[in-house]
């Protein structure tokens, strides 16, 4: 579904060039739900842009379903870390969902039935007439979670979107994501500094390398598909798994950028 190969980002010029990624490749199948860590500064953002389409590349490339990315492509929805300033404050809740719909040219019926349903979704349901403003952070969080389902993606892309918010409504939050994924049959790339959000999410955590970037890990999470705060992280294979998510982030840090592995 999406497939990175070979992806360089340098910024700048002469002598003031960054080169935040040096060589990326890997690629997600359709339906999958993968995490992406890695040291802070590493060019975490830079992927996730060059994917959305809202960067260009210096060199490689980035495809979705076979069509290389050259702009934000239609079949695409990003939720970023900072909800405050994603969402409209002069749009209701309802308002702020509807328009990417409008966007799309979809129907007054239609964007009706995909708005009630993606609030309904995330438990907002109540809440659709609502401003931003009027709502707490998490619940906000969730607005910007049911305009990126609302909007039908096929891969939804995820910038550290629960950083912002207190621990127990991150919880709930992964917990929305996990069902959102199995319900909409969405491919997610999921991008957060914390490992056990990593290994509790994902199906595959890709471990990046401090930057310039290569991918230094691509782990299975081979723990099972029903997952629960509680049970799932006292599982001793979830430790297991964290500590080696963390044991190849702390390599990431401090040794030099491996090889880039081929894609699985
Ligand atoms: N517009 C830009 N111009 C120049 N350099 C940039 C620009 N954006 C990012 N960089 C540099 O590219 C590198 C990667 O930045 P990026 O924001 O992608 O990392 P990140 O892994 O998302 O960081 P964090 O984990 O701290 O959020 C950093 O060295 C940063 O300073």
């Keep these: 579904m999406l497939d990175v190969n070979g992806l360089q980002k340098i910024y700048g010029g002469g002598e003031r060039e960054v080169e935040a990624v040096r060589d990326l490749t890997f690629r ?83 964007r009706d039935s995909l708005v009630n349903e993606a609030l309904q979704a995330v438990g907002l349901a109540d809440s659709a007439e609502s401003y931003p403003w009027q709502l707490s952070g998490g619940m906000q969080q969730r607005v910007a979670i049911a305009r990126a389902i609302a909007y039908e993606p096929r891969v939804l892309l995820m910038d550290e979107p629960f950083a912002a918010v207190d621990a127990q409504t991150r919880a709930d939050l992964e917990d929305l994501i996990r069902g959102l994924w199995k319900r909409f049959a969405m491919t997610v790339l999921f ?72 894609a699985p």
């Excluded at 308002?95 to 719909?101: D, I, R, Y």
């Excluded at 230094?216 to 430790?239: G, K, Y």
Aim: aromatic residues 4%; proline residues 6%; hydrophobic residues 35%.
């Design 191 to 262: 991008i957060t500094h914390d490992i056990d959000e990593a290994v509790y999410l994902g199906q595959r955590v890709l471990v990046l390398s401090s930057s310039p970037t290569v991918v230094q890990d691509d782990i299975a999470v081979d723990l099972p598909d029903e997952r629960d705060q509680l049970s799932t992280r006292s599982d001793q294979r979830f430790t297991a798994l964290r500590s080696l998510v963390y044991t190849e982030i702390q390599n990431a840090k401090n040794g030099p950028a491996a090889p880039s592995p081929a």
């Design 28 to 110: 997600l199948e359709e339906g999958e739900l993968s995490c992406l860590v890695g040291p802070s500064g590493c060019g975490k953002t830079t992927l996730l842009k060059c994917v959305a389409g809202l960067l260009r590349p210096t060199a490689g490339s980035v495809s979705l379903a076979g069509h290389a990315i050259s702009g934000p492509p239609r079949d695409m929805a990003v939720v970023f870390q900072e909800y405050g300033r994603s969402l409209f404050s002069w749009l209701t809740v309802r308002g702020n969902v509807e328009l990417p719909l409008k966007e799309k040219k979809l129907g007054k019926g239609r």
